[in-house]
RNA sequence: GGAGGGGUUCCCGAGUGGCCAAAGGGAGCAGACUGUAAAUCUGCCGGCUCAGCCUACGGAGGUUCAAAUCCCCCCCCCUCCA
């Protein structure tokens, strides 16, 4: 039977480790424990964060106890590992309530039950630490010239480095240190951009126990055209609902680049191996239909199969698509057939009938909905062809709307460009 | 602590008294082409009650008819010296 570590080769999770060889053999052979870090930066996750949550579930549906560790203490310094400026610092109140967000968006993709998977927050063991006992316990194993040296670094050297951020990789090291010693975990994963934090968990764990920790990273997810996963500020896609509707979430995915479609399948579903592999075989719209079922699972992971068949139920009315063939993808739960007539996944937004008739204009209509963030813009996006409502390409930013255009259960549809449908419901 | 160089719109980065809502690039949005793809081409890209007005060039003052640009004070960053 496979284990774990190859089913992280196969599925392409595995940028580099202390020892392949290793590693494979450990994760083979028995039961172990091993942790990812989570900085508690915002108050979800972000697709960003997906191949790590995948490969601790993965780790789980393999036997073996993954840890997932908030960065709560580390999470008042701030990595700069790979960072260009240093990172704004959020208040102890932000970073626990953040953190608390985490957890709770975590046990979505693994189970916490009967200690099959650890969820800890570092902030119960930094926080306690003593600077003099740390600085002659910890601090005399780190070689400042090797620092230095570090990639993670070495961006920072230039630009300028603070010394607290400088200290980041001490408390990473300290972390794996800690959790090697009470949880008995004896790997750590991350981004790549962690790979020198990481190992200096594992060189500190050698130095200070006399004991092998392995550590492994994940290649940095970008899209065939370049782009990272889950961007900061507006464009990010969130994996809470509250922040990235499903709908938009399943949008998301299937809007990915050819090129991607088998590589995310991969990283970003349970799907089986040999299925995936099919789809070298697909093009033009046999492609699109694995994209669907891309987007489908990967929307029914983080937010259940109840959202997932509302957003796939959406998109097909919205889009029109062929349904996927029965002979993809048998291990897909994804709908083969048209549905009903669903739109209720669809972002849509409540507005009383007197706002309605109180002479509100299509450019206004367009700014209230979110789907602009000013009325210029929905001017401009006027002017230029890009908005309809019920299907109809909108002439002018100052007509008025009025009772006609909402259908007989009182819904406008708008359209921006060809792919974000919006709907209004007049109350 | 000393000397020098910097802080410009989402990001990078030009601009050194009016022609600056600020070049250029990136990102983003829309249009054409397509397959809800990529690439390419085109337009847009601070806000508003939109031929006008308001808000913006680290922060607070000042000079001037006019300041991102000049002066003063403050904050922050970088380099070298200590």
């Not at 108050?43 to 790590?52: K, M, Q, R």
């Not at 908030?70 to 990172?87: A, C, F, H, V």
């Not at 006992?133 to 005399?140: A, M, N, T, Y």
């Not at 299907?391 to 708008?414: C, N, P, W, Y």
Request: charge should be negative.
């Amino acid at each position: 039977m496979k284990n774990v570590y190859d089913v992280f080769m196969e599925r392409g999770f595995v940028e580099q480790t202390t020892d392949d060889e290793a590693i494979s053999q450990l994760l083979d052979r028995q039961e172990i424990t091993c942790y990812i870090g989570f900085d508690p930066t915002a108050t979800s996750l972000h697709i960003g964060s997906l191949v790590p949550i995948m490969a601790l579930a993965h780790i789980q549906r393999h036997g073996h106890r993954p840890i997932a560790l908030i960065g709560g203490g580390t999470g008042l310094i701030g990595d700069p590992s790979g960072k260009t400026e240093m990172r704004q610092v959020l208040t102890r109140e932000q970073i626990d309530y953040n953190a608390q967000c985490l957890q709770e968006q975590l046990s979505r993709y693994l189970d916490f039950g009967e200690g099959r998977a650890l969820l800890l927050n570092n902030a119960d063991w930094l926080t306690k630490l003593n600077y003099i006992e740390f600085l002659r316990d910890i601090g005399r194993h780190f070689s400042v010239n090797k620092m230095l040296a570090a990639e993670s670094y070495k961006v920072r050297l230039e630009k300028g480095l603070n010394f607290i951020e400088f200290n980041y990789m001490l408390l990473q090291a300290y972390d794996f240190l800690y959790l090697f010693k009470n949880h008995d975990c004896v790997m750590q994963m991350g981004g790549n951009d962690q790979w020198g934090n990481m190992l200096a968990g594992s060189d500190l764990i050698r130095r200070m126990e006399g004991k092998t920790a392995h550590s492994m990273t994940f290649p940095l997810i970008t899209t065939s055209t370049g782009h990272k996963m889950g961007k900061t500020e507006k464009g990010t896609v969130w994996l809470d609902a509250r922040l990235t509707s499903p709908y938009e979430y399943y949008q998301h995915w299937i809007n990915t680049e050819d090129e991607d479609v088998e590589r995310f399948l991969a990283l970003f579903t349970f799907l089986p191996i040999d299925e995936i592999r099919q789809v070298r075989a697909l093009t033009d719209v046999s492609l699109n239909m694995a994209k669907a079922v891309l987007a489908f699972e990967a929307t029914r992971i983080t937010h259940g199969e109840e959202a997932a068949a509302g957003a796939w139920q959406a998109s097909s009315r919205a889009f029109q698509p062929k349904p996927v063939a029965e002979g993809l993808f048998p291990s897909s739960t994804i709908p083969r057939r048209g549905g009903a007539e669903d739109l209720s996944a669809i972002p849509s937004l409540e507005l009383p009938l007197e706002t309605i008739q109180s002479g509100m204009t299509t450019n206004e209509l367009f700014f209230r909905t979110g789907l602009c963030a000013s009325k210029g813009e929905a001017r401009r996006l006027i002017e230029q062809g890009g908005a309809y409502i019920n299907d109809v390409q909108v002439v002018s930013f100052d007509e008025k709307i009025d009772m006609h255009h909402t259908d007989a259960l009182g819904v406008i549809r708008l359209r921006k460009g060809k792919k974000k449908h919006f709907l209004v419901i007049v109350k």
